[in-house]
């Protein structure tokens, strides 16, 4: 397995709960109460799963990799995702002070969430695609089979050190049990 495909492999967890968002925004919107349990965990995993492991391994890692075999970081695929990284924290920033809202009884901060999910989502449906589909195939093509071996590695250090393997399989556990729940 190359780091990208472990890469790609974890964007396909996101973009499952990225439709677990959709089906919960339309829960809201229907007027349906929304367990904020669930609103938390969806906020988690985006901010644990997606950012701090998967962002991370990105951020500290792969794109500094390749920025040092040549690939340009301003200006480049590489700053253009570093800039939608930090747009994508913002609109978890606006989600997880709404579900506060919501879950002290304000049914207004439906709205709010919904916003700041569907803005996170689509940003998140388009970055994924362009790094599966452009940035990836750069890393691929200009990184050494050791220097892809050694990212492995990292990535596994990355995982275990910053959020802990347990907590990362607990976070897979949580995204299976609102497929079930809301995509079933």
Known sequence: MTPTELLKQEHRSIEEMLQVMEAVCKKL?????????????????IKVFADKAHHGKEEDLLFVAM?????????????MMLMEHDMGRNFVKGMGEAIQEYSSGNKEAATKIIENARNYASLL????YKEDNILYPMADMHLSEDKQNELLG??????????????????????NELKEKYLS
């Not at 920025?67 to 700053?79: H, L, M, N, Q, R």
């Open 67 to 79: 920025v040092d075999a040549g690939i340009p970081k301003e200006g480049g695929p590489v700053g």
């Open 154 to 175: 990292e990535f596994n250090i990355v995982q275990s050190e910053k959020i802990g393997n347990e907590t990362y399989t607990r976070l897979l556990d949580t995204l």
């Open 125 to 128: 449906s388009n970055h994924i």
């Open 29 to 45: 919107e229907s007027g349906e109460q929304v367990s904020t349990d669930d609103l938390n965990n969806i906020v988690e995993f």
